[in-house]
């Protein structure tokens, strides 16, 4: 006879079904409230936010609701302050796990001067804060997964157990930088995690229509690690999955790609409609899986939550965002003056129609004459960058360099030659053929502290790093109000003359020299090279280096020896002086103008001063005029194409400044507006500015 149960007492229920699932992760009573506190938080504030939206009051928001699970359920498996964390916009639920007050997260939405993520130079949900680890994000989407792997990669180089942390929608994963990044975190086995809250679409575009693959997770086995599937919406799982992914990263098992499948319950921001791309029955579906609720279900059964509490903590949140949402609306807007503040940590030259109280200018150590420098050695420009970049190694355990073919090859042009020997191949390190994120992982070491070089192959190659350049390394510190900066330095081989046609000869400098908060460098001898590079890497703003490679063997000359010797950034030099006009030049053609002008001066027919800019942004305005100022006569060369370019920017700056000091009008030689040099001898040259036609150019200037 089959032996009669007794009915169990509704105590033994809870225990048999509603088994604890927070014990057996690590996890006690305090931390389920503080989670449950966490995302009822988020999602009170994100109700405020929207509702000041309605009362005109927060122009714009994008609403985390329906993620907060899988938000504070990841964020509450890292250790706070320590672990590196790169948040989303949609991630109000991490930052506020990991110490954002909702005050702060408001005085963004407010624009306010005291918001610590920006100063109210961001839209709101831009967050960032050095003292909590979470770096400051932009708005282009998956632009912050390089870093990621550049941060851990600093980690990893640095022997820290930190553990890298990035948030993104599944929309990114369609974007080159996300694969870039996984792939450079997979082959460095790098202590990773990528968090894809993933839901369901990319403003109005849905999974299906985004991706050929049913799970996002599935694209982790293309690099070499493993990709997990979580319910998004339930904080114990993603919580469980995330402090698995994060403890096999610290112990050296490499990166984890998390897939929360999750929702948002409102249109993608305040701008959008969501009724023209997804159903309301389908919103409804999703709210039955919400997250807060689940998490205050889970804590009743578990008899951690009793009524009065819920109550109280519910009033009690209620009142910390009315209160905080009032605190931040008096605070004020940050003073107008300020726009012009914080473009770079290290301001060079004042920028130009900046108000008084901008940033003032660094004041740079004098230049020290090569002359006057001590014991010299001959060099040629590539053997000058090779030796200071073996100097800048030895001297700083911070700087690293990485690009295509720089470790064991040496660089194609040999400019990283026996490096890796000296230097370990973690310090000299190839990178994957993939140069946006060569620059968003130069952008992550650096934010880490490390002083990178990266190498870019041909400055031709460049482009496909334009948004990491221009929207990340050149704007991160001002669009984190000074909070953070780029010591970045980019290599690139550039220019003519070469016969490396159309897409190995391009002059790259005016349209890098137009993005704000960038510093673009040309030298052209090999004691300008060494000692700017030098300057370059101690400088804390993100340097565009130019390398002219009909330079490299070309050229020689004298460079000191001694591993301190710097020529400063922002600070032309007078390459030949002369009388008569002065002629503005940079690179290659610096050699050729000074030419041209001896050949004049040898004819009596004029004696032409050459200043060589060095520095193209910030351009060194007092030299230039100065000379100009002296001459009355200014011709400006660059081997880049005309129009839009450096000569345009010299020939305004003189016309503006030095106009009643000319004696004839400012002209221009430069490449005609063709794309780059083509391959075929007679094209190349019909094209290029050598020193016979920069010598025309001088005598139709004299001649006036
Ligand atoms: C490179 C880039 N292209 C377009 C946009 C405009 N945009 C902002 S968010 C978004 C959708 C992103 O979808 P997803 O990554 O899934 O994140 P979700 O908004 O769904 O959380 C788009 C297209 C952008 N910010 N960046
Ligand atoms: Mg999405």
Redesign the pocket.
């Known amino acids: 006879m089959a032996r009669a149960l007794h009915a169990p007492s509704t105590e033994d229920l809870s225990r048999l079904h509603l088994h604890d699932r927070h014990t057996a992760l690590g996890l006690d009573a305090g931390d389920l409230l503080g989670m449950y506190r966490t995302v009822l938080l988020a999602r009170l504030l994100d109700q405020k936010i929207w509702s000041l939206n309605r009362m005109g009051k927060a122009p714009f928001v994008v609403s985390g609701q329906g993620q907060e699970g899988a938000q504070v359920g990841s964020a509450w498996a890292l250790r706070g302050g320590d672990d590196v964390v790169l948040p989303?916009?949609?991630d109000i639920g991490v930052v506020l796990t990991l110490g954002m007050s909702a005050a702060e997260v408001l005085l963004a939405v407010f624009a306010r001067a005291a918001d610590p993520s920006s100063g109210g130079r961001q839209m709101p949900n831009h967050w960032g804060s050095a003292r909590l680890g979470l770096i400051t994000g932009s708005?282009?989407?998956?632009t912050q997964l390089p870093h990621a792997a550049g941060l851990a990669y600093a980690a990893r180089l640095r022997h820290q157990d930190q553990v890298v942390v990035s948030y993104?929608?599944?929309?990114?994963t369609s974007?080159g930088d996300f694969h870039e990044a996984l792939n450079f975190a997979g082959i460095h086995s790098l202590p990773c995690v990528f968090v894809c809250?993933?839901?369901g679409?990319?403003?109005s575009v849905p999974v299906a229509r985004e991706s050929a693959v049913d799970n996002v997770a599935d694209r982790a086995h293309g690099y070499g690690f493993g990709g997990i599937i979580v319910d998004g919406n339930d904080p114990l799982d993603v919580y469980a999955a995330t402090h698995q992914a994060v403890r096999r990263a610290r112990a050296g098992e490499g990166p984890t790609l998390l897939e929360c499948k999750t929702y948002?319950y409102k249109a993608?921001t305040s701008d959008d409609d969501d009724r023209s791309y997804r159903t309301a029955e389908e919103v409804e579906a999703w709210q039955k899986k919400d997250p807060l609720r689940r998490i205050r279900q889970y804590l009743i059964e578990q008899r951690l939550l009793p009524e009065a509490d819920e109550v109280r903590i519910e009033a009690e949140l209620r009142a910390e965002v009315d209160e905080a949402a009032r605190r931040a609306e008096a605070m004020p807007f940050p003073e107008p003056a300020t726009a012009w503040t914080r473009v770079f940590a290290r301001p060079l030259r004042p920028l130009p129609g900046a108000p008084d109280g901008g940033d003032p200018p660094v004041a740079t150590a004098p230049e020290v004459a090569v002359a006057d420098a001590g014991p010299t050695t001959e060099r040629n420009v590539v053997d000058a960058i090779r030796q200071a970049q073996h100097d800048l190694l030895a001297g700083d355990e911070r700087v690293v360099v990485l690009g295509e073919d720089v470790g064991p090859r040496g660089g194609v042009f040999r400019a990283t030659e026996g490096l890796a020997a000296s230097f370990g191949a973690a310090r000299v390190f190839d990178t994957p053929l993939a140069e946006s994120s060569i620059v968003g992982i130069g952008i992550g070491l650096a934010l880490a502290g490390l002083r990178p070089i990266c190498e870019i192959q041909f400055a031709d190659f460049i482009h496909s790093a334009y948004d990491q350049i221009a929207s990340e390394a050149a704007r991160i510190h001002y669009r984190s109000n000074g909070d953070f900066h780029v010591p970045l330095v980019i290599r690139a081989p550039w220019g003519g003359g070469v016969h490396g046609a159309l897409y190995h000869s391009q002059s790259i400098e005016a349209t890098y020299a137009h993005v704000p908060g960038l510093k673009v460098v040309a030298p052209s001898t090999p004691a300008d090279v060494a000692g700017l590079l030098r300057e370059a890497v101690a400088d804390p703003d993100p340097v565009l280096f130019l390398e002219h490679k009909r330079s490299y063997r070309l050229v020689k000359g004298p460079v000191p020896d001694d591993p301190g010797w710097r020529v400063p950034i922002g600070v032309a030099t007078v390459a030949r002086p002369g009388t008569d006009a002065t002629v503005v030049a940079y690179g290659m053609l610096r050699h050729l103008a000074v030419e041209a002008a001896e050949a004049l001066a040898a004819a009596g027919e004029g004696n032409v001063e050459v200043v060589d800019l060095r520095t193209i942004s910030p351009l060194d305005a007092d030299t230039v005029l100065a000379s100009v100022t002296r001459t009355g006569r200014c011709l400006v060369v660059h081997e880049d194409n005309l129009s839009f370019g450096v000569g345009a920017e010299v020939a305004a700056l003189v016309a503006e400044h030095a106009f009643f000091d000319l004696d004839a009008p400012v002209r221009r030689l430069a490449t005609a507006d063709v794309p780059a040099f083509p391959f075929a001898p007679p094209l190349e040259e019909a094209l290029s500015v050598d020193a016979a036609r920069i010598a025309t150019e001088m005598r139709a200037l004299l001649a006036v």
């Open positions: 989303y916009y949609r708005s282009p989407i998956a993104f929608g599944e929309g990114a974007k809250e993933n839901n679409y990319a403003i948002r993608h």
